[in-house]
Nanobody, 123 residues
Framework: VQLVESGGGLVQAGGSLRLSCAAA????????MGWYRQAPGKQRELVATITSGSGSTNYADSVKGRFTISRDNAKNTMYLQMNSLKPEDTAVYYC?????????????????WGQGTQVSVSS
């Protein structure tokens, strides 16, 4: 699976950005996708996830009510609409896909990552 992010940039506090993540390759067994971010000197953290089946979503508390994750299955593309951006949202944002393979006696999940896109929010 190849993941390509786009849509990052520089925005003032209170502004909006929309990130996109296009998936290519063997996307059939992708069970979930998500956005993670990593600020300088900090660990990578989960921002939001969405499942492939039901489309259930999950958000970090810090972005609830401001960010919305969505997907377009026909385009194999996932989005992150970010509103009311804050300086603390500044980070490199990474797209993640989880491929799950179910065998007779086990289940295996592999993670795939995009190259990241920079989001910078000025105060």
């Amino acid at each position: 699976v190849q993941l390509v992010e786009s849509g990052g940039g520089l925005v003032q506090a209170g502004g909006s950005l929309r990130l996109s993540c296009a998936a290519a390759g063997d996307t059939f067994t992708i069970s979930a996708m998500g956005w993670y971010r990593q600020a300088p000197g900090k660990q990578r953290e989960l921002v939001a996830t969405i499942t492939s089946g039901s489309g259930s979503t999950n958000y970090a508390d810090s972005v609830k009510g401001r960010f919305t994750i969505s997907r377009d299955n026909a385009k194999n593309t996932m989005y992150l609409q970010m509103n009311s951006l804050k300086p603390e949202d500044t980070a490199v944002y990474y797209c993640n896909a989880k491929k799950t393979r179910i065998y007779s006696d086990s289940t295996r999940t592999d993670d795939y990552w995009g190259q990241g896109t920079q989001v910078s929010v000025s105060s």
